[in-house]
């Protein structure tokens, strides 16, 4: 059975950018490896050669023409925006090489 | 120990959509920050990918130019990772299933033949583009990027030398051309290229260390990247040293390659399939679709133009090295001009022209049609070839037509005999003495003759005329 | 006394509305000021836009005077999810990160029902960003059940359930994942109907799993959810996996005689540990259908129970993508104290999103890792292969599958937050129809003795639709009770 560890869960937190306290961590790595266990039911199905679904649309091949329309004007583009200068998104100075996964 | 470079490249192109590929958005280069951008680009809420075809149509046409296989199944993938200049943090691309596989590009290098290995090519989105240069220590994003059509392009280790990239990247980049799927423009970002670079003993069969070679402007600059990484990876080997799996960026001003990050995080961009995008099943009928409007590539044209035109191999290689000469010189050739006088007149008078204005063929102010028109004129000895190079100038600075200019500032050759024998029998009056001379046998004085005709037609006469005329009326 | 309009359906205030027999601005204003009566009680409504409602309303009026073609839906009061872009107001997610997020642009749902002259009252509650099954996860506000206010709304489409079952909209829009709009429904004694895959445009909606992703209608009759079916239905270029099949007009599928119609009753749905009360009404509602002359079919769905676990690790996988892009680079709530880029991400999101949004998103990227992609991703896509064909295997004994909704009927607040494996379980019953893409509703049978409705669970081949709503429009008419409001307001 496979379980995992407060380590294993700081990981993926940080994978996915999350900070967690260690009351948090805690709890996350309890429920989770509730889950995991409740999980165990998948291995019991017999998937020898059979597919996988993967989309929820039975089509293929959905395109659009290669054909311009308006893109959002000046104002909606940083309606939202936390930061900008009115030309760019400002974000705190890149780092080169900074690991940010 | 003698070593050999194993050397593999990663080159993202640019396809040259009117729209992104995931969304409608203008893809043009120049336009102000933010300014071509939607809830797509901007990964808002809500926002949806519908796929562009014309990118699935100029990356298959790609994958067939590199004599690749062409994926009958295939679908879009998220590939997961946090960057500022990634929109939804995931990059719709493709993983395990790329649309064009196991092909193969030849190339020249001097003069010897080639076979680079194509691993895959690519579908992928393109990312935004971080500026640095913000006041109050900020980066600024611009998201117009975000979204634009990007085939990457991936080779196996099969290049041995700097001087091979650089012949692999000219020819890839002379074939996307000819496919005119991409400006490939290095500087302008275009074209990308990456380099993984290893050494190994010569003769030995495993790979070395890897390192991978970024932010290079241009093919020259990736030559000499790659010179540089690879002498420095054999100095380090031979002073006892490894070689760290890293990436390097190159520094053009100091010549060097410099580590950009130390530890190569393991990255886990945990792919899996863009449930937004349906899957892509490509046909047989849609593959011959696009092979039959594939246009003739670079070396097959070449072969065609010595055989057909009777061009040298040097003449067929320059005429064909892009897509655009190729058609202009053959454009003027079908408007009736001979095929050896089109290749000198495009390749030197032409290319002179094109070069002082730092002008492409493509934007050249001469059409193909005018310039047979001048051969022409030149042919039907309206005028001769001296004249012809000044009204190609003038043709140039104005787009006029030849026959215009000729005919708006005079330049015809005069061909009237009646008009010439007047002139002639005036000058040999004015000059008795002369004429006098050469009936007693003083043969040279004739060219002395034809000067003065010329000098008092202004070059117009027609040399033919001129000399039977003269002869005539000095001999009788 | 005369009804009032709050209380007539869509169908009675849209030709009322296309006969001139009523303004759709008294209309309007009648289900504002019933809002204004009981929505403190229920906190269904997180934006109230009664300015922009009255004005659509007058400009449906004139139309109406004009002698012009009017909508659809004319004069149809409508609550939308907190999920549903709208460039009216604030598309939150019922999250502190979207708390003043303003969208650029109306999802295609949004703007069919506009066109169909539909009236937008506002925007009502959820968990966050669809997140739980009982609207206690929003950051917004706590919505209750209007049957009983010491009991939850049910999940994700809390808000919609309870604005509809309260009477403060005639109809409401909402999103369903797993369960997200037929156990609201169920818990809150409405309609909640979730149409085959596709068949309703998801551009506009934040998703949460795309691939499991439906957009769909609550109402308070079949009728109503058949009018509305109408206008949201149909392809959407800007949506690739919207379907393009030719839509029906499915009002005409109401009345159909469902004599020899096949209700096919999963063994393992009845087997499972259903309350009491609940079974009881379930049992009573296939004995309606029997003594109909439809014949009740007993089938095996031997998916029961591992859709679930495969329901998990696709949803969660999928979200821990799709919902990456809510960062606070580019729109959302940055983190006031970040200093760099990676604090940015990390101080925005552990600040912005909640407990139970963390949990998910951590628990999907875990599957995506390493080989756990193949041991459970791509496992449970396989087994998602699996519970299809078992659909489609029982789909061939019978043409209606039916089961409760839920299990229980609403449990009180508090009872389950702390307990993720009990809530994941309320969507024991529903999450095979978002796993296998076909309809399923969920429609009243019943209240239990402490007065709280209970919902059947009815499904359908996919892209028929008609057989349901014919099989749900007959139950309707013959169930032998009204649900009537709640008598608490």
Request: hydrophobic residues 35%; contains cysteine.
């Amino acid at each position: 059975m496979e379980h995992v560890t407060e380590q294993d869960i700081d990981h993926y937190a940080s994978l996915s950018q999350f900070q967690l306290n260690d009351d948090t961590r805690k709890r996350f790595t309890k429920e989770i490896n509730q889950i995991l266990d409740f999980l165990q039911i998948l291995q019991k199905v017999d998937t020898e050669s059979i597919a996988p679904t993967r989309h929820g649309t039975d089509r293929v091949n959905v395109f659009r023409d290669d054909v311009i329309q308006d893109p959002l004007p000046h104002a909606e583009v940083f309606k939202n925006s936390p930061l900008d200068d009115g030309v760019f998104f400002l974000v705190p100075r890149i780092i080169e090489g900074e690991d940010n996964s | 120990m003698q070593y050999e470079a194993v050397i593999g490249m990663e080159v993202h192109v640019e396809i040259n959509c009117h729209s992104k590929v995931f969304c409608s958005c203008p893809s043009a280069f120049d336009a102000a920050p933010n300014s071509q951008v939607c809830p797509g680009c901007l990964g808002m809420p809500g926002a949806l990918p519908v796929l562009n075809r014309k990118m699935v149509d100029k990356s298959i046409a790609v994958g067939l130019a590199l004599n690749c296989q062409i994926a009958r199944s295939t679908r879009m993938d998220r590939k997961n990772y946090f960057y500022p200049d990634l929109a939804r943090n995931y990059q719709i691309s493709q993983d395990d299933q790329p649309l064009c596989y196991a092909g193969y590009i030849d190339v020249d290098v001097e003069g010897r033949k080639k076979r680079i290995r194509i691993t895959r090519a690519h579908v992928e989105e393109d990312t935004a583009r971080n500026s640095h240069t913000q006041a109050g220590g900020q980066s600024g994003i611009d998201f117009n990027r975000s979204g634009l059509s990007l085939l990457e392009i991936v080779t196996e280790p099969d290049i041995r030398s700097a001087q091979e990239a650089f012949a692999y990247l000219t020819s890839l980049k002379q074939l996307l051309q000819y496919l005119d799927v991409s400006d490939c423009n290095m500087e302008e970002g275009s074209l990308r290229a990456e380099a993984n670079i290893s050494v190994r003993p010569v003769g030995a069969e495993y790979y070395g260390t890897k390192t991978e070679v970024k932010n290079v402007a241009s093919f020259s600059g990736t030559q000499k990247a790659i010179e540089y990484e690879v002498e420095r990876q054999i100095e380090v080997l031979n002073s006892g040293g490894k070689v760290v799996q890293e990436t390097r960026g190159w520094d053009a001003d100091k010549g060097i390659t410099v580590s950009q990050r130390l530890k190569e995080s393991a990255h886990e961009y945990r792919y899996f399939p863009e449930p937004d995008i349906p899957p892509i099943v490509v046909d047989e009928a849609w593959i011959e679709q696009i092979r039959k409007e594939l246009p003739e590539f670079p070396i097959a044209r070449k072969e065609r133009f010595q055989s057909q035109y009777g061009l040298s191999l040097y003449d067929a290689q320059v005429l064909t090295f892009s897509r655009a000469m190729a058609d202009f010189y053959e454009a003027i050739v079908s408007a009736g001009a001979d095929p050896k006088k089109a290749a000198n007149w495009l390749m030197v008078e032409l290319q002179a022209l094109l070069s002082d204005t730092k002008l492409d063929i493509s934007a050249s102010p001469v059409s193909p049609a005018s310039l047979a028109e001048l051969l022409a004129l030149i042919e039907t000895g309206i005028i001769n070839g001296k004249i012809a190079k000044e009204v190609l100038v003038e043709m140039f600075k104005s787009g006029a037509a030849p026959k215009k200019i000729v005919e708006e500032k005079g330049l015809g050759q005069i061909s009237d005999s009646k008009a010439l024998e007047e002139t002639i029998r005036a000058i040999i009056e004015a000059n008795p003495g002369q004429a006098a001379d050469y009936r007693a046998g003083k043969e040279k004085l004739f060219d002395y003759f034809v000067g003065q005709v010329m000098k008092a037609t202004r070059g117009k006469g027609n040399p033919q005329l001129v000399n039977e005329i003269l002869r005539r009326e000095l001999d009788s | 006394m005369k009804t009032p309009w709050y209380e007539k359906t869509a169908k009675e205030i849209r030709d009322a509305v296309h006969q001139g027999e009523a303004s759709a601005l008294d209309i309007v204003n009648s289900f504002i000021e019933h809002a204004d009566a009981v929505d403190g009680t229920v906190g269904a409504y997180t934006q109230r836009w009664s300015e922009t409602a009255r004005t659509a309303a007058q400009r449906i009026d004139e139309k109406i005077r004009k002698g012009l073609p009017a909508g659809a839906l004319a004069g149809v009061p409508v609550a939308l999810k907190e999920s549903i872009c709208t460039s009216e107001g604030k598309t939150t997610g019922a999250s502190k990160m979207l708390a003043d997020y303003r969208s650029p642009f109306d999802a295609t749902a949004v703007t069919r029902l506009q066109q169909a002259d539909a009236v937008f009252l506002g925007k009502v509650n959820m968990d966050e960003i669809g997140l739980g099954s009982s609207t206690e996860t929003s950051a917004l506000q706590r919505t209750t059940n209007p049957w009983a206010p010491d009991r939850v709304p049910g999940g994700s489409s809390g808000g919609s359930a309870a604005a509809v079952a309260s009477g403060t909209c005639a109809l409401a829009l909402g999103t369903d994942t797993g369960s997200s709009i037929r156990q609201p429904a169920s818990f809150c004694g409405c309609i909640g109907f979730k149409p085959t895959y596709g068949r309703i445009s998801r551009l506009g909606i934040i998703g949460i799993a795309s691939s499991l992703d439906h957009v769909g209608p609550l109402a308070r009759t079949v009728e109503d959810t058949a009018l509305a079916l109408n206008v949201l239905c149909g392809e959407d270029k800007g949506d690739p996996t919207s379907s393009d099949r030719p839509v029906p007009d499915f009002t005409r599928s109401l009345g159909r005689d469902i004599r020899g119609l096949r209700i096919g009753v999963p063994k393992e749905y009845l087997a499972s540990d259903l309350d009491a009360e609940v079974r009881q009404y379930v049992e009573k509602a296939l004995d309606q259908f029997r003594n109909a002359g439809a014949e009740i079919v007993s089938i095996s769905l031997p998916c029961t129970g591992y859709d679930a676990a495969a329901y998990t690790v696709i949803s969660t996988a999928e979200m821990s993508a799709g919902l990456a892009r809510l960062d606070g680079v580019r729109y959302g709530a940055r983190h006031p104290e970040a200093k760099s880029v990676p604090d940015v991400y990390v101080m925005s999101k552990s600040a912005g999103l909640g407990t139970e949004v963390q949990r998910r998103i951590i628990l999907g990227t875990y599957f995506l890792s390493g080989k756990n992609r193949q041991d459970y991703f791509v496992k449970a896509q396989q087994v998602r292969t699996v519970v299809k064909k078992d659909f489609q295997n029982a789909f061939e004994q019978c043409d209606i599958i039916a089961g409760a909704t839920t299990a229980t009927a609403a449990f009180p607040f508090g009872s389950k937050s702390d307990n993720p494996l009990e809530m994941y379980a309320c969507d024991q019953f529903t999450v095979a129809a978002n796993l296998a893409s076909h309809p399923a509703l969920s429609i009243p049978c019943g209240k239990t003795a402490a007065g709280l409705p209970i919902g059947l669970h009815l499904q359908a081949r996919s892209y028929d639709e008609e057989t349901l709503l014919g099989a749900a429009f007959y139950y309707e008419q013959h169930r032998g009770f009204e649900m009537g409001f709640p008598s608490i307001l």
